[in-house]
């Protein structure tokens, strides 16, 4: 039940007997053929064709080869809206991926200043990566600009897609890293130097008490949170003192880069829980500022 790399018995029961009708002789197309036909019946030619259609409109999955993509297609939802519909509000509580396959949204916060404009995504773009990776509320209120074709994937099926596509978590993550950087710092971050940046950036996961900076340590980088949580404490004589705590979305590490006399960490921080940073090495940081 392994042929094609799949994991799960059931899946494996299927493919199974698609393989006794093939040696058979008998021409059978796959479980899922009348699934997706039916799903994608909105665009043209055969299945095969409209699949293609999709990866190369999309290129976060040009990368993805064709049974993980009917997979990911198959558990995925399809919108087709009008303009002006609301695809989801700031601070809303989901954390699904969204791809463009037609048409265009805009980004508007309510942090927006009067007269400023909202930010423009067109076709073959991606949105909603914050949530899925952060685990927060939506930070933004997206909403169509005419009509629009949007394939909503859930978050347990683009975090696998992620973990078996190393691609595509490379162009998730360096999307996440621009635009966390222009939301949490610098919204008016030019796109190339930013994009720079987020190809330098790395991502360190850290599990619950391990320590990411030590007190006393020379600084060099700067840690913006991606998911879960720190706890910044300082060690003064025998005892030690919590500070403060940040969730995902805070930064920290900048007081030692920006102290020339004194370029140690002043206090100690901790992963509470499973936590995930997007670390920017010191002289990446100063580009930066």
Request: no cysteine; charged share 25%; hydrophobic share 40%.
């Amino acid at each position: 039940g392994a042929v094609a790399g799949y994991n799960l018995i059931k899946q494996g029961m299927n493919q199974g007997y698609e393989i006794v009708e093939h040696i058979m002789g008998r021409e059978i197309k796959p479980v899922d053929e009348p699934l997706l036909t039916e799903k994608l019946g909105f665009l043209k030619g055969s299945l095969d064709e409209r699949l293609a259609h999709i990866a190369g409109t999309i290129p976060l999955l040009a990368p993805v080869q064709k049974q993980p993509l009917r997979e990911l297609i198959l558990q995925a939802t399809v919108h087709q809206m009008g303009g002006a519909q609301v695809v989801y509000r700031e601070d809303d509580f989901s954390d699904s991926l969204f791809l463009i396959l037609d048409g265009k949204v805009a980004a508007s916060f309510r942090s927006q200043l009067p007269g400023e404009r909202p930010i423009l995504m067109y076709g073959g773009a991606f949105f909603g990566e914050m949530s899925l990776l952060s685990g927060r509320r939506r930070s933004a209120t997206i909403t169509t600009v005419g009509p629009s074709v949007l394939i909503e994937i859930p978050r347990k099926a683009m975090l696998r897609l992620m973990a078996n596509e190393p691609a595509v978590k490379r162009i998730v993550d360096e999307t996440f890293v621009v635009r966390a950087l222009k939301t949490n710092l610098l919204k008016d971050l030019e796109d190339g130097l930013a994009q720079e940046l987020a190809h330098k950036a790395n991502i360190k996961s850290f599990k619950k008490d391990d320590v990411i900076v030590k007190q006393g340590e020379v600084g060099d980088a700067f840690y913006l949170i991606r998911s879960g949580s720190v706890k910044i404490t300082k060690q003064e004589g025998e005892k030690e003192t919590v500070v403060k705590y940040l969730p995902a979305g805070q930064y920290f590490g900048e007081m030692a880069l920006l102290d020339t006399e004194d370029p140690t960490r002043k206090a100690t921080i901790t992963a509470t829980k499973q936590t995930e940073v997007i670390q920017l090495m010191k002289e990446d940081f100063w580009a930066l500022l």
